[in-house]
């Protein structure tokens, strides 16, 4: 497992209560299946960012990234 | 009154100097959003800044906010129904029988988030909550940054431009007796939700508080108190800086106006006056939020009885201290809304 996505499941995990799985990634669960809404992906974004010291492109978030496993795929990049 | 912002003195009590402060404030804000700070910016921060960048440029080529006319007189017909045709005030529809209503008055920072927002724009988590829901929404082309007054203590639309006449409405909307009925405010509208709650005291019986400007009394407010003080500054500190933000600027015009218009203490500055009511009311506050906490001690000054204060270990990032709101919707608001029952 890649380390941007060890510290996405944490920080869902201890922002948001939420645990996300490896079976909705797999089956790419959209964002509000797994109790992720626009200002939690906000939060989590912004962890992410802090924590790696990276700047996610904004464009790419809001037109390409629809579900759990694009943001997975997106983040594994910086890893 | 004269003000000085950005170096430059403006005169509150002429309607066109007013006019352009509040037209600098807006491009100060622009200035700010350009800036290269020589270091990374927030994800929150840039999409704010891209909103800013987008409204201001859509009103420049429009002359007017009027092109954002079509963005925001819409909502979300599945889940709610319009009971004004200024789209004021909105009901979320539900076949159940509650014995809970939820009044909220969304807030809205600046331009950025009321053009590009419909008027059901609240927390899923406040409309899945098992409990009726009414939206009051400012109408958005009524509430310049600084030089209309409102912030709802002018009602909420041209039809409805008085507390009264809001207040009146609102009545009118609720079609049945509840067991509780929550007025929920955020931020600049905190004084407005108190306003509200102490109108409507017959049938409010809890009041539901994020951190704000609890007060638009000039002599009371902090804001204006710490402007006045460093405008009088004695000769030997005139090169003193003062470290006031834009919103805070606007404030400051904002309740100077409502000073010229003698608009009542007991709509300007309720937190003084609610006590007096059985209003049990929670007050939910940053513990990083550094901006609001002199009206946070504006409140506890007042000891009232049915308030609770609650101090909130949660920021969005280092520089996004005064939002709680993601904390208390996903948190906090389900258990109130249970402990209600």
Redesign the interface.
Known sequence: MGKTLDLLKKEAFDR??ITITDEQIEKAASFKDVGI?S??S??L???I??EF????N?KRLEDDIKNIKDLVEYLAEFD | MKLIFRDIEYDLDDTIDSYFLNENIIQDQYRKSKLDIGKRVDYSTRIYNRDLKNVLHDKAMHGSWDFARDNVNTYDTDKFEKLTDDYCILRKKTDKEYDTLVITFPSFAGPEGRFTSNRTNVSERLIDQDTDLLIVNEDPFRMPESLYPSNLMLGISDTYNTVELAVEKIRECITKEYKNIVIHVESKHAAAGATYAIQLNDIVTHLFVMSGATTFKWDKSPWVQKYLKWASRPESLKDQFLDMPDVQFMHIIKTYNFKKMRISDKILDPFAYIGDYDIKIDYYHGKYDTDFISFKKVVEEQNIKNLTMHNIDYKISDTQTHNIKPHLDRYIIPEYIKSLR
């Open positions: 948001l209560d809404d200002l939690d906000i939060e974004i912004v962890a960012e802090d010291d990276i700047e996610l904004e």
